[in-house]
């Protein structure tokens, strides 16, 4: 028989069986903005799932300079920012983020994604190491099979574990990447110590702000600030598609580093450059962070209200500190059943099943928007008491 590539996906059935149950959870229709309230599937639901900590992502001044960009510059860049894709909106934002994150320049790439495939595999060469947290983002993995260096993982926030990668791979150049607050866990990495075992064995910092930009620190600058050791972090990497309510990727750093990756990182030369649309909304939306602070104080007082009523109620809510809220649910099957219970309650949630946690792990992540209200948060509350009752999660 001809071997045929296709075959892998005539015999894909998971999708399809997960669908003939009813309890397929992903790829549901939304018909509104992202709010809180949501229209999924024809029907008003409150959103537990969502990214949009800050709730910029409708916010008028974000839309209207999103408008402008576009009605200035096109729809399109139609090019890389090497060639003919760079506009002065891309190096606006690019001065601005530098100057919010204290670092001296930065590069804006196409998504976060781009960012850690980009800035990973060109920082990071022959006979030097990336030594990653086990539980850092799909795409500093995938950054890190794009370099020619070697990988070393070290155990989640295991400083032990880091230290003993650092020890192994001493002869070499190091750079550490950790997530600033990991993406499921929603706890914080513990830059303190990764900072001294830095400054004692000589390796590099790269910290991704995704899911702290905005959130964390006394200004929103992320988990450098909220440990008062920006400094000490050598590269730092935020998306704009969480708290700064667009799509993008930034990476700043010295200027050196940054003029290194704007030559060498192959997601930057090879692809196109972020549309005016998007650029312009990541600008309003930084002046936004630093000029209403009162979000992310209404975004800290809702991620606690809702860590401690998770708790109250027998969830296991594991170590996260942040508007992430990850709630152990068991298998695989449970996890989708639970997403299915608390959609037709009108509530939509995220399940993350294996192999993204380990085998009977499976989690309902839960994040928080400074604009939910708390009826919003209450109603939420009530419906994973019942669900979770029903299942027999909690008691
Ligand atoms: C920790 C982390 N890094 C990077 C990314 C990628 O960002 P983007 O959505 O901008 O591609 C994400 C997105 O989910 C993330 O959670």
């Given at each position: 028989?001809?071997?045929?590539?296709?075959?892998?996906?005539?015999n894909?059935?998971a999708?399809?069986?997960?669908?003939?149950t009813?309890?397929?959870?992903?790829?549901?229709?939304?018909?509104s903005?992202?709010?809180p309230?949501?229209?999924?599937?024809g029907?008003?639901?409150i959103?537990?799932?969502?990214?949009?900590?800050?709730g910029?992502?409708?916010?008028?001044?974000?839309i209207?300079?999103?408008v402008a960009?576009?009605k200035?510059?096109g729809?399109?860049?139609?090019?890389?920012?090497?060639?003919?894709?760079?506009?002065?909106?891309h190096?606006?934002v690019?001065?601005?983020?530098?100057?919010f994150?204290?670092?001296?320049?930065?590069?804006?790439?196409?998504?976060?994604?781009?960012?850690?495939?980009?800035?990973?595999?060109?920082?990071?060469?022959?006979?030097?190491?990336?030594?990653?947290?086990?539980?850092?983002?799909?795409?500093i993995?995938?950054?890190?099979?794009?370099?020619?260096?070697e990988?070393?993982r070290?155990?989640?926030?295991?400083?032990?574990?880091?230290?003993r990668?650092?020890?192994?791979?001493?002869?070499?150049?190091?750079?550490?990447?950790?997530d600033?607050i990991?993406?499921?866990?929603?706890?914080?990495?513990?830059l303190?110590?990764?900072?001294?075992?830095?400054?004692?064995?000589?390796?590099r910092?790269?910290?991704?702000?995704?899911?702290?930009?905005?959130?964390?620190?006394e200004?929103g600058?992320?988990?450098g600030?909220?440990?008062?050791?920006?400094?000490?972090?050598?590269?730092?990497?935020?998306?704009?598609?969480?708290?700064?309510?667009?799509?993008?990727?930034?990476?700043?750093?010295?200027?050196?580093?940054?003029d290194?990756?704007?030559?060498?990182?192959?997601?930057?030369i090879?692809?196109?450059?972020?549309?005016?649309?998007?650029?312009g909304?990541?600008?309003?939306?930084?002046?936004?962070?630093?000029?209403?602070p009162?979000?992310?104080?209404?975004?800290?007082?809702?991620?606690?209200?809702?860590?401690s009523?998770?708790?109250?109620?027998?969830?296991?809510?594991?170590?996260s500190?942040?508007?992430?809220?990850?709630?152990?649910v068991?298998?695989?099957?449970v996890?989708f059943?639970?997403?299915?219970?608390?959609?037709?309650?009108?509530?939509?949630?995220s399940?993350?099943?294996?192999?993204?946690?380990?085998?009977g792990?499976?989690?309902?992540?839960?994040?928080?928007?400074?604009?939910?209200?708390?009826?919003?948060?209450?109603?939420?509350?009530?419906?994973?008491?019942?669900?979770?009752k029903?299942?027999g999660?909690?008691?």
């Amino acid at each position: 028989m001809i071997p045929d590539v296709f075959r892998k996906c005539f015999n894909f059935h998971a999708a399809n069986d997960l669908k003939k149950t009813g309890l397929y959870p992903y790829f549901h229709r939304v018909e509104s903005e992202q709010g809180p309230e949501i229209i999924v599937d024809g029907k008003q639901k409150i959103v537990v799932c969502s990214n949009n900590y800050l709730g910029l992502a409708n916010h008028p001044k974000v839309i209207e300079a999103s408008v402008a960009a576009a009605k200035k510059y096109g729809t399109s860049c139609t090019g890389s920012r090497f060639l003919n894709g760079t506009n002065d909106l891309h190096e606006k934002v690019e001065n601005k983020f530098a100057k919010f994150v204290g670092k001296e320049e930065a590069i804006l790439f196409t998504t976060g994604y781009h960012s850690n495939l980009g800035s990973l595999s060109s920082l990071v060469g022959r006979n030097e190491v990336l030594i990653t947290d086990k539980l850092d983002h799909a795409s500093i993995i995938d950054g890190c099979r794009l370099s020619f260096g070697e990988t070393a993982r070290f155990r989640h926030n295991d400083m032990t574990d880091l230290e003993r990668q650092l020890i192994k791979h001493n002869e070499k150049g190091m750079l550490i990447v950790v997530d600033g607050i990991f993406s499921m866990e929603g706890d914080v990495a513990n830059l303190p110590e990764i900072s001294k075992l830095a400054k004692k064995y000589g390796a590099r910092i790269f910290v991704d702000e995704a899911h702290s930009l905005g959130v964390i620190g006394e200004n929103g600058k992320g988990s450098g600030e909220h440990f008062n050791m920006g400094a000490d972090i050598d590269v730092v990497m935020a998306t704009a598609s969480k708290s700064l309510a667009s799509i993008g990727g930034f990476i700043a750093s010295k200027a050196e580093v940054i003029d290194y990756i704007k030559h060498n990182a192959r997601t930057m030369i090879f692809t196109a450059s972020l549309s005016p649309a998007c650029v312009g909304a990541i600008d309003a939306a930084l002046d936004l962070i630093a000029c209403e602070p009162e979000r992310r104080t209404t975004l800290i007082k809702n991620s606690k209200k809702m860590k401690s009523a998770f708790e109250s109620m027998g969830y296991n809510t594991n170590n996260s500190n942040s508007p992430i809220i990850p709630l152990t649910v068991g298998s695989d099957l449970v996890a989708f059943k639970m997403w299915k219970m608390l959609f037709d309650e009108d509530v939509f949630a995220s399940p993350v099943t294996t192999p993204a946690v380990p085998e009977g792990q499976a989690i309902i992540r839960t994040s928080y928007m400074a604009t939910h209200s708390d009826t919003h948060l209450d109603f939420i509350l009530e419906k994973f008491k019942k669900v979770g009752k029903e299942l027999g999660i909690i008691t």
